[in-house]
């Protein structure tokens, strides 16, 4: 008889949980009141990656981390720089990689529309900028896709996430232009799909609300490719997810 996988089991527990977790009606609604007031209170703004400010909440700090484990990407391509925080953090994680022997030569590109000088500087400057290619201009123009998919042709594992610009026609256009660089088994994480659960108003200086965000994109995308599925146990066991729906795991 073979020995039970203590890991292994773990795992399966782990799903048992969080797929129990979408049907607790009670943990669900505390959730969404606490995202609604955690959203208004700027909490996704306090924290840093080694040194950077990094404009995500731990929880999803630690999802992209595991996936990042599990699909061993030699590659990740990131819409949206802001401070930067994120593409240290994803050069971090593959430099973990490379280190463990898991991957070789992983690279992180960035892509947007505004670099601010200073931001760009601090990128430059830290210790892992080597690992980092950023690129000023818009993540759905044609001349910055077509540098991206000469840059990912080399590689062999690439993940996607998508945190620009938050309208619908956006994230849809992005949602087509970089997906078909992720490989099966990885992951095309589109952030901030949470802005379809917020009441109204939430966001009022911004071009993005109900009905117009990444995760009307998300489901509008899904319609037609049947390439990705919504990984919902990731969000499930994070709770404090801004991603819902957001975390699209490629399946062939």
């Known amino acids: 008889m073979k020995k039970n996988n203590p890991l292994k089991q773990f795992r399966l527990d782990v799903v048992k949980r969080a797929a129990a977790y979408q049907n607790n009606k009670p943990l669900q609604q505390a959730r969404q009141n606490l995202h609604n007031e955690m959203v208004k209170a700027g909490y996704a703004y306090n924290f840093f990656w080694l040194g950077v400010p990094i404009i995500q909440p731990p929880a999803e700090i630690q999802g992209l981390q595991e996936i990042i484990w599990e699909v061993k990407p030699d590659l990740i391509i990131e819409t949206g720089i802001a401070h930067g925080g994120s593409l240290v953090f994803s050069a971090s994680m593959l430099a973990l990689l490379e280190t463990c022997?898991?991957?070789?030569?992983?690279?992180?590109?960035?892509?947007?529309?505004?670099?601010?000088?200073?931001?760009?500087?601090?990128?430059?400057?830290?210790?892992?900028?080597?690992?980092?290619?950023?690129?000023?201009?818009?993540?759905?123009?044609?001349?910055?896709?077509?540098?991206?998919?000469?840059?990912?042709?080399?590689?062999?594992?690439?993940?996607?996430?998508?945190?620009?610009?938050?309208?619908?026609?956006?994230?849809?256009?992005?949602?087509?232009?970089?997906?078909?660089?992720?490989?099966?088994?990885?992951?095309?994480?589109?952030g901030d799909t949470g802005i379809e659960d917020l009441p109204?108003?939430?966001?009022?200086?911004?071009?993005?609300?109900?009905?117009?965000?990444?995760?009307?994109?998300?489901?509008?995308?899904?319609?037609?490719?049947?390439?990705?599925?919504?990984?919902?146990?990731?969000?499930?066991?994070?709770?404090?997810?801004?991603?819902?729906?957001?975390?699209?795991?490629?399946?062939?």
């Open 101 to 190: 022997g898991k991957i070789k030569n992983g690279q992180v590109i960035g892509i947007d529309i505004e670099i601010r000088p200073h931001n760009k500087k601090a990128i430059l400057a830290h210790p892992l900028s080597k690992k980092i290619t950023m690129m000023e201009g818009s993540s759905i123009d044609s001349k910055i896709i077509k540098r991206v998919v000469e840059l990912a042709k080399n590689k062999k594992r690439t993940m996607v996430c998508l945190d620009s610009n938050h309208t619908h026609d956006h994230v849809l256009a992005e949602l087509k232009a970089y997906t078909s660089l992720v490989n099966i088994g990885s992951y095309c994480v589109v």
């Open 200 to 252: 109204a108003a939430t966001v009022p200086d911004r071009p993005w609300s109900k009905g117009n965000n990444p995760k009307t994109a998300v489901w509008e995308f899904l319609k037609t490719n049947k390439n990705f599925k919504i990984d919902k146990v990731i969000e499930s066991k994070l709770i404090l997810t801004g991603s819902p729906d957001g975390y699209l795991k490629r399946i062939k």
